[in-house]
């Protein structure tokens, strides 16, 4: 007697090629975006930051697991490390924003049938790394704690700007990408 077939899917670890490319281009893009128009486009003071919505957008996009966001983040805080600014600490604030990401996607945040953790999650992500950032420029810097009090509407400002970036960008995003 012939036995029945069986086609068994297998499950697969750490990122597929079109995930790669999609991280990778992503990236890129927050990348020249950070270096060309965030130093043209200033709001009183608070720049987009390209690179925190750059890796928000393609975890979302791609769905990572925890390690594959810390991947993500420290791979970002690389790339800041050729920008204009303050050295290591994007290493640090990266990957705390990006494992963020990781758990803010996992609360559904819907108003009707708008999906609003695009918005959500990159809001909060920001906030922790832009949060985390000034804390380390205090413990390891050597700044002062009420000079940083100066960076709390930046940090906000940074967020909500970023933020409705990502909520414009992820639909369409999707979309093109059948994800």
Partial sequence: MAEKRVVKAEETKGFSIQDLIIV?????????LKLFV?????FFGMKPNFIIASYCLAILLVRPNLVGCAIIGILAGAICQFLPGTPWLNFI????GAVA??????????????????LLATFVSTVISGGSFVICLLLFMGASASSLVA????VLGTAAIGSVIVQLLYLPLKKVLNR
Wanted: charged share 15%; no cysteine; aromatic share 12%.
């Fill in 24 to 32: 990778a281009v992503l990236l890129a893009a927050g990348t020249v």
């Fill in 38 to 42: 965030g130093s043209v486009v200033n």
């Fill in 93 to 96: 604030s990266e990957l705390l």
């Fill in 101 to 118: 990401m990781f758990f803010m996607m996992k609360i559904p945040f819907k108003f009707k049938k708008l999906d609003l953790n695009p």
């Fill in 151 to 154: 960076y709390i509407p930046i």
